[in-house]
């Protein structure tokens, strides 16, 4: 019986490709050392996965920075403001089409499904030329056949390719990137053809797109695609991998009818109805790779249910046809559970991160082909037993209170108009408002201040005064560029999700459960394993601290329940939006508390409630409901001169603006910039928005420092289609990441830009 790992973790068990990519771009490294790193990271994952007994084990899952980039370099379709000339992709053009440099901007990077990781949007026209520019995938299967590992060579398929592309700059927004199918589809023969000819006999398709709502068109470019393909991929087994979601019966029918498809990939973790298709019938001779083992999660498999499934699909499409896999590419959940010290025992035997799904999907292979190991199998099933019945999970008064929520909709009493005029009286902002997003940069000295205190090296007093000074510095910086609404700038936080959930009951944290979420920048989720409450206080001293330094209003930063939510790994034993119920109650608490203690505008960001919004159209209406209502959950009770401000980054919101208006904040900043202000077009299409709103002026996953002119400009597009009175003018998103010689004159030229626009208005008066 044999076994399949549909993509790994690429960053390394303790972060090696991050430290060496930032190394590399900060110039203290060289190519040579950067791809040293990367060689050495791809042979621990090929041996490790072929020690585990794995038999089909993917190659070009690594990347660099995403795996659509790396697409892109491969088809040659670079944006001519690269200034590209041909041949084989540099480092230096590649990261700059995902980074931007000093001269032009970065492309758009958006969410990759519903996930939390991020790639690189494709901009495509119909003049883009295709030519096969980055020979990776061949020189990555060479590389692991030289280790002795026959690999699975991966590519993104076309037609995915084209559907996750945006027309270019400047071309018709009415252009279907689709239309080039046959224009990408003789690079794709070149690669075949080449990995054909270097031994490989598999070669793994990924075709997410296949789980979401496809038209007609669209499934039959599927059709025509592998039609094309079919002569250069004869003599190869070919699977084509889908995840994430459900398969539609459409897709399914249109997926098992291409004749040069050897093999069929499906998660059913997330797509059981796929499973009722396979048992009503599954192509005769056909490979099945069942998707069991969670990719997006860490819990332990229930191997006993796993196998059930597997013994009931081996009826029907045959003992030899039938491979365990991962439900996605393991990318999207921690590395190693070996690298967790701290974690107590009996949560560290609930779970399983990559490297232990990869025993996970060997061992239900093994015990398929008659050789199962019972001590394992035992030991999980006492594992399962264990996390069921701990007292550790269950509070009753928490599951009460969520229970209670369900009865009300938790709307504020009065109009967003009426509110914001009352807190206009007390705040006396100008028009065009300035204020920025949260987070300041964290410095290395900042970092080690908080590492130090971690390990108990400096004492609380020596933490806490040097906090206060950083929180001093970020005021004084903020009230010399004459912002308007400050921040404190958390220095005092690691990561929005985890600052809060360390303060919360019901979360367990890891040591080294990094996640990658684009390019370099990896997260540590926190486990949610038990019901939440807020034991005390989590933000009021510091909020305090930084309001007793500045007469200008100060924001409260909290992050939402259901970002939270969606950037943790959730418990699997009850509904989702019972959980986000649960932190909606934990967070209304510090609401209430941030405003008794005289913080007059808070803001509550809900930057990942878009990436939850399910893959299909039929299930958007009960996510965005409970999503929604969690929000105002949190801000319900407070006074009409409390502002309630939130904020949400890179993803898609044309879809669900009417949500987005039904959350009732009283001012939203929201990504825009390096969306190509898509943002902008809702409104152009007579959307009504009568919140405050400040769509993102620049880019600040960039390096780049935009000029006033510029940010003038973005404005000036803003207030063509908003009222002067509800647009506030601020970055993207915090600015963490970024280095305090980036972020100065970049703000400087933010509210400069601001000045000159109100001083054009007030002269048009």
């Known amino acids: 019986m044999a076994s399949h790992i549909v993509g790994y973790p690429r960053m390394g068990p303790k972060r090696e490709l991050k430290f060496a990519l930032e190394s590399f771009w900060d110039g203290k490294s060289t190519a040579e050392d950067l791809q040293k790193v990367s060689t050495d990271l791809r042979a621990s994952i090929w041996k490790q996965m072929a020690d585990a007994g794995i038999k089909y084990i993917p190659s070009n899952t690594f990347s660099h920075y995403d ?47 519903d996930t939390n990781y991020h790639f690189i949007v494709p901009e495509l026209g119909p003049d883009t030329k295709f030519t096969y520019s980055s020979h990776k995938a061949i020189n990555e299967y060479k590389e692991a056949k030289a280790l002795g590992v026959d690999t699975v060579p991966v590519l993104v398929g076309p037609v995915s390719y084209l559907l996750l592309s ?55 470019a599927f059709s025509a695609a592998y039609s094309e393909l079919e002569s250069t991929l004869s003599g190869l087994n070919v699977l084509v991998e889908t995840y994430f979601a459900d398969v539609p019966a459409e897709s399914y029918k249109t997926l098992t009818s291409l004749s040069c498809v050897t093999a069929y990939g499906f998660d059913l973790e997330r797509g059981t109805k796929t499973l009722d298709l396979v048992k009503s019938g599954f192509p005769a001779g056909k490979y099945l790779f069942a998707g069991v083992v969670d990719g997006r999660n860490i819990w332990a498999d229930d191997l006993a249910a796993s196998l ?21 590419s393991l990318m999207h959940t921690a590395v190693n559970l ?23 999907v060997n061992a239900l292979a093994k015990a398929l082909a008659g050789q199962k190991d019972e001590a394992y199998f035992a030991a999980n099933a006492a594992a399962l037993s264990s996390r069921r019945s701990s007292p550790r999970v269950t509070n ?42 949260g987070s300041f940069p964290q410095t290395v000295e900042l970092r080690r201040v908080r590492r130090e205190y971690k390990a108990k090296k400096i004492s609380e007093e020596e933490y806490t ?9 970020v005021v004084k910086i903020q009230e010399e560029l004459d912002i308007d609404v400050l921040v404190h700038g958390e220095p005092e936080r690691n990561d929005m999700v985890e600052y809060f959930g360390e303060q919360l009951s019901g979360f367990a944290f890891t040591a080294n459960g990094w996640v990658q979420s684009y390019g370099s920048r990896c997260v540590k989720p926190p486990i949610i394993y038990g019901d939440v409450s807020r034991p005390k206080p989590m933000t009021v001293y510091w909020s305090q ?14 992050t939402g329940p259901v970002t939270i939510l969606n950037w943790s790994f959730v418990r699997n034993d009850q509904p989702r939006f019972e959980t986000c119920y649960q932190i909606a109650l934990a967070i209304k608490k510090e609401v209430e508390d941030l405003e008794a203690g005289g913080i007059q505008v808070i803001q509550i960001d809900e930057a990942a409630l878009r990436e939850g919004l399910p893959l299909r159209k039929s299930e958007h209406e009960f996510y965005l409901d409970w999503a929604v209502h969690s929000f105002r959950i949190t801000n319900c009770g407070v006074q009409d001169t409390t502002q309630i401000h939130t904020h949400m980054c890179y993803s898609n919101f044309n879809d669900i603006i009417q949500s987005i208006i039904n959350m009732d904040a009283d001012v939203i900043t ?14 152009r299409e007579g959307v009504v928005y009568g919140a405050g709103i400040g769509p993102g002026v620049y880019d600040i996953h960039s390096p780049r420092i935009p000029s006033q002119e510029e940010i003038a400009d973005r404005v000036n597009k803003m207030l063509a289609v908003l009222d002067t009175n509800i647009l506030w003018v601020n970055p993207d998103c915090g600015l963490k990441t970024r280095k305090y010689a980036e972020v100065k004159p970049a703000l400087t030229n933010m509210v400069e830009a601001a000045k000159q626009i109100r001083a054009e208005l007030a002269k048009a008066k």
């Open 545 to 558: 601290v930084a309001q007793s330094m500045t007469a200008r209003p100060m924001k409260g930063m909290l």
């Open 670 to 683: 929201i990504e825009n910039s390096r969306s190509d202000e898509k943002l902008l077009s809702v409104f």
């Open 338 to 360: 070996v690298n967790e010290t701290k974690l107590d025992d009996e949560i560290k035997s609930w779970l399983a991160f990559a490297a232990q799904k990869v025993v996970e």
């Open 396 to 437: 009753e008064e928490v599951q009460k209170a969520a229970s209670a929520v369900k009865t009300s909709d938790h709307r504020r009493a009065t109009t967003v108009s009426a509110r914001l005029d009352a807190q206009q009286k007390k705040l006396n902002l100008p028009i065009l408002p300035t204020t920025t997003i």
């Open 465 to 473: 005064k040097a906090i206060k000074e950083e929180i001093s510095k």
């Open 67 to 113: 795996q659509v980039l790396d697409t892109t370099a491969m088809l040659g379709a670079v944006p001519d403001r690269y200034s590209w000339t041909g041949g084989e992709i540099t480092l230096s053009t590649y990261f700059s089409m995902a980074r931007g440099n000093a001269t032009v901007p970065a492309m758009e990077m958006t969410k990759w499904f």
């Open 166 to 220: 945006k027309p270019a700059k400047g071309v018709e927004k009415s252009f279907s990137p689709l239309s080039l199918l046959s224009s990408i589809l003789p690079v794709y023969k070149e690669v075949i053809a080449e990995l054909k000819a270097a031994g490989a006999s598999w070669i793994q398709f990924d075709e997410p797109t296949l789980v979401k709502d496809l038209e007609s068109h669209q499934l039959a």
């Open 308 to 328: 059930g499934t597997l013994q009931s699909l081996e009826a029907i499409v045959g003992k030899d046809k039938l491979v365990v896999s991962t439900s996605c």
